[in-house]
């Protein structure tokens, strides 16, 4: 199992930085996490939001691209259906190219209604959307010449040029729905997971069914993690900015309603509430043994091949976040490299 973590750079009002001083202390910590034996980085995006949620994660992969030079450079995931596919194919190869082959392209349809409103397109073409801009991407990495007429995007005689490094070049699709889930096996992509059900057993039962191999494909699962020296700590830092950052997608999910339970996912009304409930008990917060022990029950339950830690929450003093990754990955990432 790979061990990587999410970076949003988020910047919420309460606590925030100028964003200058916030991007430069972050790709220190990703420099740091590097040197620590990190396997990846993954960047995540919203859109038009109050804490500034990176909206732009090809640039930031270059320029992290730029700083490291081991640990592999993803996306968790690029909203599809608001870029050009073509635009996307050119600037992950760049990224690719930059990165001497170390870069993943994970990409998703999107969810919040504010985000679609704002560009005044229709969300209920964003599943379409997806999968002709992944079926555009795929052949642009993969033939010479590609031709492509489809509903959204039509293209002529185009040849990608450069190449990507890697041949085949990594694409993952991130999905919660069983639909979704079987869909990203049809496409011949690695799946990303997160809230919810482990999607899983739908994943590879739909990658047999299409005569592929599951041993040659990846899942990532995304997890709470946050490792500090006793409980009480862990939790002191990070209850104010969990709070704040799932007030954040409790508000979009309940509203998008993608999923079963999405309308109910986030019922607290103060910090405080959150340790000592089924959600507390629930994520990898505490001291590098019981993490270590919620991470055994989750091998025993999910089937991982890239497991995602959010641990630098919206919001936190980035040396925090460098700190609990450094413990995690003293204290308990050794014990699961083979797992």
């Known amino acids: 199992m790979k061990f990587g973590f999410m970076e949003d750079f988020r910047n919420p009002q309460p606590w925030r930085r100028p964003y200058p001083e916030l991007y430069r202390a972050l790709t220190e910590q990703i420099v740091r996490a590097?040197?620590?034996?990190y396997d990846n980085v993954w960047l995540t995006e919203h859109h038009f939001t109050e804490d500034g949620y990176n909206p732009s994660l090809l640039p930031t992969a270059a320029a992290l691209a730029a700083r490291t030079s081991r640990m592999r450079i993803g996306t968790f995931v690029l909203l599809l259906?608001?870029?050009?596919p073509v635009r996307v194919a050119e600037d992950a190869t760049c990224v690719d190219i930059l990165s001497n082959g170390r870069f993943d392209l994970g990409v998703g349809q999107g969810y919040s209604y504010k985000e679609f409103n704002a560009l005044v397109m229709r969300r209920e073409e964003r599943s379409a959307r997806l999968r002709e801009g992944v079926e555009l991407i795929q052949r642009l990495w993969n033939e010479e010449q590609v031709t492509f007429s489809g509903k959204f995007t039509q293209?002529?005689?185009l040849t990608l040029s450069p190449r990507p490094v890697?041949?085949?070049?990594?694409?993952?699709?991130g999905a919660r729905a069983e639909k979704a889930t079987?869909?990203?096996?049809?496409l011949g992509c690695h799946l990303m997971a997160t809230l919810g059900p482990d999607p899983a057993p739908w994943y590879i039962d739909a990658l047999q069914e299409n005569g592929r191999n599951p041993a040659d494909f990846n899942i990532a699962q995304l997890r709470l993690v946050y490792v500090a020296e006793t409980e009480d700590q862990?939790?002191?830092?990070?209850?104010?900015h969990l709070h704040s950052m799932m007030?954040?997608?409790?508000?979009?999910?309940?509203?998008?309603?993608d999923a079963p339970g999405d309308e109910n996912i986030w019922p607290f009304k103060h910090p405080r509430e959150i340790r000592h409930s089924s959600f507390g008990r629930a994520v990898m917060i505490g001291t590098p043994d019981q993490v270590a022990r919620k991470i055994e029950q989750f091998c025993k339950d999910?089937?991982?091949?890239?497991?995602?830690?959010?641990?630098?929450?919206?919001?936190m003093d980035p040396r925090k976040g460098t700190r609990a990754l450094e413990l995690f990955a003293k204290e308990v990432m050794p014990s699961f490299r083979k797992t």
């Open 34 to 37: 590097e040197e620590l034996d």
């Open 182 to 186: 079987r869909h990203v096996a049809r």
């Open 234 to 240: 862990a939790w002191e830092d990070t209850q104010e």
């Open 81 to 84: 259906p608001f870029q050009h």
């Open 166 to 173: 890697q041949q085949p070049m990594p694409l993952w699709i």
């Open 155 to 157: 293209v002529k005689d």
């Open 247 to 257: 007030e954040f997608y409790g508000e979009i999910l309940t509203e998008a309603k």
């Open 302 to 315: 999910f089937r991982c091949t890239h497991f995602i830690m959010s641990t630098q929450l919206p919001g």
